[in-house]
């Protein structure tokens, strides 16, 4: 049985024999990340600098959140805006092997600029084991490069550093909350966040509508599981499509923009089922986004597909 404690114990010691000097970790306030901060910062103290970067794909309300987190948890961090450099990479780009590894080098080379201004040597990731086993390598087959494995650079010049790099989600949420972690129960978002919930070039006007639809998503959700009419899922999102459709608005004909709603049941993300998510709250969240967002969008659906064959993000 995994013991928390034991795990702890031996990842600082390590932490602390493998860092010699100072690190940085990038820590965008999930579970996985944040857990591997606290242990990092245990291990070598003031010598970590936690760094968030803002590639302006977050969703709303997340940085000023992480910021009140790393507050509260008393780390050494810095906030970095780094969302022109990343949107003007996703200029073009509508491939999403190439989205993935075009956001893993942006933020390398984000992680170098502050490494080198703090002088430090090593990066400490929060990656755990699906991020590497999807990624693939000489042996498994690639279902998706994950940011912080496909996405890194060759000619990376930090000395990388991965405490959690065998465990489940499960496993990490059992960390959390060993550490008294506040995000232990967060629901996971992905390290190129929703530049991968818009399906094609993600653009600032897209990123935005998916942000709006998400945000709605979450809340009906949330709120509706604090009602007891549902369990909350383990994830929930919405995605935006590249096709448009025929509406009405009114008397009007409209021809608006198709959100996707995916929520999923599972342990540790190998594998999901979709959420049997009551009527009543699908239509709140379709009435809500085609209401507030009726200016972009007139169709919502609803994802039914499990994993596998799906993946649970779209990208």
């Known amino acids: 049985m995994f013991n928390a404690e034991r795990f702890v114990n031996e990842q600082i010691a390590e932490l602390k024999a493998q860092i010699k000097d100072k690190a940085i970790i990038a820590c965008s306030g999930g579970v996985d990340s944040t857990v591997a901060a606290v242990m990092a910062s245990r291990a070598v103290g003031?010598?970590?600098?936690?760094?968030?970067v803002n590639t302006g794909f977050m969703r709303k309300g997340e940085t000023e959140a992480v910021r009140e987190m790393f507050d509260g948890l008393g780390v050494n961090y810095k906030m970095v805006d780094a969302s022109e450099?990343?949107?003007?990479?996703?200029?073009?780009?509508?491939?999403?092997?190439?989205?993935?590894?075009?956001?893993?080098?942006?933020?390398?080379?984000?992680?170098?600029?502050?490494?080198?201004?703090?002088?430090?040597?090593y990066l400490v990731?929060?990656?755990?084991?699906?991020?590497?086993?999807?990624s693939g390598d000489g042996v498994r087959d690639v279902i998706k490069s994950h940011h912080n494995v496909g996405g890194l650079?060759?000619?990376?010049n930090m000395q990388l550093v991965e405490p959690l790099r065998d465990l489940y989600k499960d496993?990490?949420?059992?960390?959390?909350?060993?550490?008294?972690?506040?995000?232990?129960?967060?629901?996971?978002?992905?390290?190129?966040?929703?530049?991968?919930?818009?399906?094609?070039?993600?653009?600032?006007?897209?990123?935005?509508?998916v942000r709006e639809a998400c945000a709605i998503v979450e809340e009906e959700i949330e709120l509706a599981s604090a009602a007891g009419k549902m369990t909350r899922p383990w994830q929930y999102f919405a995605v935006l499509l590249p096709c448009k459709s025929v509406g009405v608005q009114g008397d009007i004909r409209a021809y608006g923009r198709t959100i996707a709603v995916r929520?999923?049941?599972?342990?540790?993300?190998?594998?999901?089922?979709?959420?049997?998510?009551?009527?009543?709250?699908?239509e709140r969240i379709s009435v809500r986004i085609t209401n507030e967002m009726k200016s972009d969008v007139n169709r919502v659906v609803y994802d039914i597909t499990n994993k596998p064959p799906s993946t649970i993000e779209w990208e």
């Open 85 to 121: 450099e990343f949107f003007a990479a996703m200029k073009g780009v509508t491939d999403p092997e190439r989205k993935r590894k075009i956001i893993g080098e942006r933020f390398i080379r984000v992680f170098e600029r502050e490494a080198k201004e703090f002088g430090a040597e």
């Open 153 to 156: 650079p060759k000619d990376m």
């Open 46 to 52: 003031d010598r970590l600098l936690t760094i968030y």
């Open 125 to 134: 990731q929060g990656t755990i084991a699906p991020d590497w086993i999807e």
């Open 263 to 282: 929520s999923v049941e599972s342990i540790d993300g190998m594998s999901a089922a979709y959420s049997r998510i009551p009527h009543e709250v699908l």
């Open 171 to 209: 496993e990490v949420r059992i960390v959390a909350r060993y550490l008294d972690v506040e995000v232990s129960e967060r629901q996971p978002f992905p390290g190129p966040a929703l530049a991968i919930r818009v399906i094609g070039e993600a653009t600032r006007e897209a990123v935005d509508i």
